[in-house]
């Protein structure tokens, strides 16, 4: 099997600095959590705004009903 030296060294990367927080996910993320707050990026939110719909997702009821649905297929 192809033995790729970057995926070994990430996996070697990644179990020690599991292994600095006893492979406690808890405490990992806490870490994750204070070096994001540290960068000074700003961070987005790319969750979804309440009430939106996506194209397949009920749009004509979003719209007041006027809309084709387009969540049914014409036969």
Do not use: C, P
Request: net charge positive; charged share 35%; no cysteine.
């Amino acid at each position: 099997m192809y033995q790729d030296a970057i995926v070994e060294e990430i996996h070697r990367i990644r179990e020690e600095y599991s292994r600095a927080f006893n492979h406690d996910l808890k405490a990992i993320f806490a870490d994750l959590q204070k070096q994001q707050a540290e960068s000074g990026r700003e961070v987005v939110n790319l969750s979804r705004k309440r009430g939106l719909k996506t194209r397949w997702s009920g749009r004509a009821k979003d719209l007041g009903g006027e809309a084709k649905d387009t969540n049914r297929r014409s036969t």
